[in-house]
């Protein structure tokens, strides 16, 4: 089996709407940052990932648009403004305006503990399917969807959407043993979990402010 690259599409929202169920923990002050945080660390390691060619995020928000630029994808902003599945489908297709044999894959924002390793296995796996997917942690979500050349994203996310992925005819890919990329943060829980795998350095200084933040409010 040939080697596929990959070209990644990333969805953000603007970060003053993202993560809302982190702010019981973060507040509203220190919320966007951390999601920004989450944002950055993960791109950052899928464009340190063997298997990518390139990133393209689709976002809104100008701050995460200029730092993720800084760190070397391409920025697209969400033309259709109908929601998660809208703006992936949107990323995929600008990826195919500029390479129309492209695989495509989309994956969530807020996976700070992403290992460019276990991210190149889990794409290695989707090679030969159409369409394939990943769960999240709690198996109820996806944080990855991939689509071969020439075959359509047919994305389903939000909610329970390894059902809906399954239903679609993608495929599941069942890899043990990367738990990074499964790991996405949507509350304080999955933020603690997430920092005992280890998370990248802008999530991990966002957590130590977090933790002197609710130090100094004691």
Partial sequence: MRDTRWSLVVPLKPLA???????????????PSLALAFAEDTV???????????VVVVTDDPLAGRCLA???????PDAPGRGLNAALTYGADAVRDAA???????????????????LARVLAAAEGAARAFLADAAG????????????????????????????????????AGVDSVRRDVDTGADLWAALALGVGPR????ARRLTASAGSAT
């Fill in 17 to 31: 709407l993202a993560k809302s169920r982190l702010a019981p923990v973060a507040g509203d002050t220190l919320r």
């Fill in 140 to 175: 109820i979500g996806t944080t990855l969807l991939t689509a071969a050349a020439g075959k359509p994203l047919g994305p389903r996310f939000g909610g329970p959407s390894r059902e809906r992925h399954l239903a679609s005819g993608a495929v599941e890919l069942t890899l």
């Fill in 44 to 54: 950052a390691a899928v464009l340190a990932c063997a298997a990518v060619r390139d």
């Fill in 70 to 76: 800084a760190l070397g994808a391409r920025i697209v």
């Fill in 100 to 118: 129309p044999d492209a695989a495509v894959a989309v994956l969530n924002a807020d996976l700070p503990a992403l290992r460019p390793a276990e």
């Fill in 203 to 206: 999530t991990a200084a966002g």
